[in-house]
């Protein structure tokens, strides 16, 4: 009944800029924090950035100057813009929404994923 729906992975040289994007859709009231996870191989999944409803972000350290997240509200879509990728940004990444909906009289949040998305950064 919600789908997050990612695009915009693919192969790029070291120092190149990619630009993920995530849809949600369904059965949405609102949408709370929205983010970027990844993986790489044999490592364990990572917070890249995140995003509140009301735009506030964070990001972790090693991505800071570099990735850019950002949402559209009216389009319940989520952005990363990744400038100066490196090598060690190569990783399956993961959209991740923390969406309110209906459940018959009330409200309950609910925590959905995307399916991933392969970004490689060649040398």
């Known amino acids: 009944q919600v789908q997050l729906v990612e695009s915009g992975g693919g192969l790029v040289q070291a120092g190149g800029s990619l630009r993920l994007s995530c849809a949600a859709s369904?059965?949405?009231?609102?949408?709370?924090?929205m983010g970027w996870y990844r993986q790489a191989p044999g490592k364990q999944r990572e917070l890249v950035a995140a995003?509140?409803?009301?735009?506030?972000?964070n990001y972790r350290d090693s991505v800071k100057g570099r990735f850019t997240i950002s949402r559209d509200n009216a389009k319940n879509t989520v952005y990363l813009q990744m400038n100066s990728l490196k090598p060690e940004d190569t990783a399956v990444y993961y959209c991740?929404?923390?969406?309110?909906?209906?459940?018959?009289?009330?409200?309950?949040?609910?925590?959905?994923w995307g399916q991933g998305t392969q970004v490689t950064v060649s040398s």
């Open positions: 991740n929404a923390d969406i309110i909906r209906a459940t018959g009289w009330d409200y309950a949040d609910y925590d959905y």
């Open positions: 995003i509140t409803s009301g735009g506030s972000t």
């Open positions: 369904g059965s949405i009231f609102s949408i709370n924090a």
